[in-house]
C-alpha cells in the first residue's frame, strides 16, 4: 500500500492524501492492439508530462480559472465520455517518474506538493459537484492518454462519482492521555463509542489503525483516527455531528477531540489508481 501523506499546517488533521504508487505510464489501455499509448505519437511530447489531479463529471464555468498545480501551473479540464479530469502539464524532468525520489524525498518537498494537488481537487469540488481526487503523483504522458483513460474505465469512474455525489468527508481525531494499561483501555471504550455514534450519522465510515501509546514519546496518543461520509449541504447535521464528537469525547478524563471537514472524500477512494 502507498505510503499515507498527512499535510501539516491545517490538512494535517484533514484527508490523507496518498502517494500514487508509481506514475502510470506503462498500464494504460490501447487505443488500438498495434500500440501502446506510452509510445509516441502525434501529441506526445517527452520533456512534459500530464499530471491528474481529480476526475469529475459536473465541473462548472470558470471552476479552474486561474487555478495553479503542484508546477505552478495552469490547471485545465480534459474531458471524454461524459467525464473529466483536471489536469496540468509540467516539466517531466521536475515531475516525471524519474523525478519522484527528489520530488517526494523530503517532508518540506511532499509538504509543497501536497497541499497544491489537495488546492486543486479542493478548487475543483468547490462548485458541489462530486470529485473523485487522484493520488499524487498520478502523471500520464500527454492529454490523449487522459482522454483514453476516462473512455475505458468510464463505468467504474461514473459509478464511484454515483456513489460519492452530494456527499463530503469529514475527519474525527480523539486524544487520549498516555499512561497505563487501565487508562488506554478506557480511552479506547470512549473512541469506540465516539465511532459507533458517529456512524449512524454517515453514509460510510473509514477507521485507520489508532497509534500504539506503548511508542509515544508524547503526554497523549491518536486513539481514534476516522473518516465519515456525510450528506452534503446539511448544515444542522454538521453541526451536531460536531457537537455529539466533542460531547462524547468530554466523558474522557483528559481526552480531546479534533474534527474536520468538509473534504472530497479522499479516504474513500483509498484503492482508486488512475
Do not use: C, K
Request: charged letters at 20%; a negative charge; hydrophobic letters at 45%.
Amino acid at each position: 500500500m502507498a505510503p499515507t501523506l498527512m499535510i501539516p499546517d491545517g490538512l494535517s488533521a484533514g484527508p490523507q492524501l496518498r502517494l500514487a504508487q508509481r506514475p502510470r505510464l506503462n498500464q494504460q489501455p490501447q487505443l488500438d492492439q498495434q500500440r501502446r499509448l506510452d509510445q509516441p505519437h502525434v501529441g506526445w511530447a517527452p520533456d512534459t508530462v500530464v499530471w491528474v489531479y481529480a476526475i469529475t463529471d459536473q465541473l462548472g464555468p470558470g471552476r479552474l480559472t486561474g487555478l495553479t498545480g503542484v508546477g505552478g501551473e495552469l490547471v485545465r479540464p480534459v474531458s471524454q465520455a461524459g467525464l473529466t479530469a483536471v489536469v496540468g502539464t509540467v516539466a517531466a524532468r521536475a515531475f516525471g517518474e524519474e523525478a519522484l525520489a527528489s520530488l517526494l524525498g523530503g517532508l518540506d518537498n511532499i509538504e509543497r506538493v501536497g497541499r497544491a494537488h489537495h488546492r486543486v481537487i479542493a478548487g475543483a469540488a468547490a462548485g458541489g459537484g462530486p470529485v473523485l481526487p487522484l493520488r499524487l503523483a498520478t502523471v500520464h504522458p500527454d492529454d490523449e492518454t487522459v482522454r483514453a483513460l476516462l473512455a475505458w474505465r468510464r463505468d467504474e469512474f461514473a459509478g464511484m462519482l454515483d456513489r460519492f455525489r452530494d456527499t463530503v468527508e469529514w475527519g474525527v481525531q480523539i486524544y487520549g492521555p498516555a499512561g497505563p494499561a487501565d487508562a488506554v483501555e478506557r480511552a479506547e471504550d470512549v473512541a469506540d463509542a465516539i465511532d459507533a455514534a458517529l456512524s449512524d450519522f454517515a453514509v460510510d465510515s473509514r477507521r485507520q489503525p489508532a497509534e500504539d501509546p506503548r511508542f509515544t514519546e508524547r503526554p497523549e496518543w491518536l486513539v481514534l483516527n476516522s473518516a465519515y461520509l456525510l450528506r452534503a449541504g446539511s448544515a444542522d447535521m454538521a453541526a451536531e455531528f460536531t457537537a455529539v464528537a466533542h460531547t462524547l469525547t468530554g466523558a474522557g478524563v483528559g481526552m480531546r477531540a479534533e474534527v474536520n471537514g468538509p473534504w472530497p472524500p479522499y479516504s474513500f477512494v483509498e484503492g482508486l489508481e488512475a
